[in-house]
């Protein structure tokens, strides 16, 4: 249960190259200059494709273990998959909703000038991340009409769709889960990619979880990058020359090159096989690292924040008189106190909203779990020290 410091680093990555992204034309409008033309030749919405690619890996490392595991009792494996609903649910659900609300509330009370956009397009917005069709809004309003302030939601609703769908395909599918999603890989790399097919867009998830099915395989060890830790600080080259090539691939430049969200994936997809090993291939010890840790448990936080922050900045600086330059060296002030606001109230999420209901969480499916092994399971049951409650237990 230990966390895998090398993920949690690409996490932070994947955080602040969205942040970036939503700086322009967010928190300032219409845009830095430098950054304006900075931006023709690299962009760093990336992000996103690499949390999907984290996520379907993470989520199914686990998960499909434990269905594996009781794949001959039936009503085990769905007290696995509703555990895991409960768990995704306290894990998300909570710090999701508590923005939205927010969010919401700032329309209402804290936005004469009109920063966080109108209050009908929020609140179809705000029913949008809660019932999880935000992805399929998005792709409705894109580039026609108002979205709302929490358009970031999308992603989130995108989320929990492949959270829902994942553990109910694996228990129908089995093993062959994996010719499912190597070709909705191959179908979506081979398709353009419409509005609707951007906000449906699981080529990254799909990696993710491939990745890990493969780890259970012996190819998987055998083909570990270890020669990367005899280059010392040196392998630190391999991480930033595959940013700096998915930077490339989501600028204005390839835009039109119709493979070029696959080849996101697919190198997300090898950032995180990279990372999956846990051994700090990708990130030596150091303040670098530490920093990045410190950024990546907090990522999903920073998620929800960043934009609700960028948006109360305009309204602050409307409300004091005070320009909100977009040139020059003036432009360094709101940037760095968006980022002391971010970093605090993300701070204050993880410590008293995440961690506490995440735990609860637990608890909840530790419970469920536990009273299905004395009546359900029983005859089915694995060791103790490798069962799914052990597991859980440890968690707990």
Not at 7 to 24: F, K, P
Not at 119 to 133: E, I, R, S, V, W
Request: a positive charge; glycine letters at 6%.
């Amino acid at each position: 249960m230990r966390r895998n410091t090398d993920i949690e680093c690409l996490r932070a990555i994947a955080v602040l190259g969205v942040c970036i992204h939503h700086m322009q034309g967010n928190l300032f409008r219409p845009g830095l200059a430098w950054l304006a033309r900075a931006q023709q030749y690299t962009d760093y919405w990336f992000g996103v494709d690499l949390f999907f690619a984290i996520s379907g890996f993470v989520i199914a490392r686990t998960l499909l273990a434990e269905l594996a595991m009781y794949q001959a009792a039936p009503r085990g494996q769905m007290r696995i998959i509703f555990a895991f609903w409960i768990r995704r649910a306290w894990r998300l659900l909570p710090s999701a909703w508590l923005w939205l609300g927010l969010t919401l509330l700032a329309v209402l009370t804290f936005n004469r000038s009109g920063a966080f956009g109108s209050p009908h397009a929020n609140l179809m917005a705000t029913l949008a991340g809660l019932f999880d069709y935000a992805n399929l809004r998005f792709s409705h309003t894109f580039f026609r009409s108002e979205y709302g302030a929490s358009f970031v939601y999308w992603s989130l609703s995108l989320e929990e769709q492949f959270y829902f769908l994942l553990p109910l395909l694996a228990l129908c599918l089995r093993r062959r889960i994996g010719v499912l999603l190597i070709t909705l890989v191959i179908v979506q790399v081979s398709l353009v990619r419409t509005p609707l097919l951007m906000s449906l867009r699981t080529d990254a998830l799909a990696l993710g979880v491939l990745l890990a099915i493969a780890m259970r395989s012996t190819t998987y060890t055998a083909i570990s990058p270890r020669h990367l830790l005899r280059l010392g600080s040196g392998r630190m080259f391999v991480p930033c020359a595959l940013l700096a090539l998915l930077a490339v691939l989501s600028s204005p430049l390839l835009a039109h090159w119709r493979f070029h969200i696959g080849a996101i994936a697919v190198i997300s997809a090898t950032l995180v096989w990279i990372a999956s090993y846990d051994l700090d291939y990708l990130f030596p010890h150091g303040g670098l690292q530490r920093c990045l840790l410190w950024m990546g448990r907090r990522s999903y936080a920073i998620y929800l924040i960043h934009i609700p922050t960028f948006f109360m900045l305009r309204e602050i600086y409307y409300r004091l008189a005070l320009p909100l330059s977009n040139t020059g060296f003036s432009a360094i002030t709101p940037a760095l106190l968006a980022i002391a606001i971010i970093a605090l109230l993300a701070e204050l999420n993880y410590r008293y909203v995440e961690q506490p209901l995440r735990r609860h969480g637990r608890r909840i499916a530790y419970r469920m779990l536990e009273h299905g092994y004395l009546t359900d399971i029983t005859p089915h049951l694995p060791s103790e020290a490798t069962s799914p409650l052990a597991t859980l237990r440890k968690s707990v």
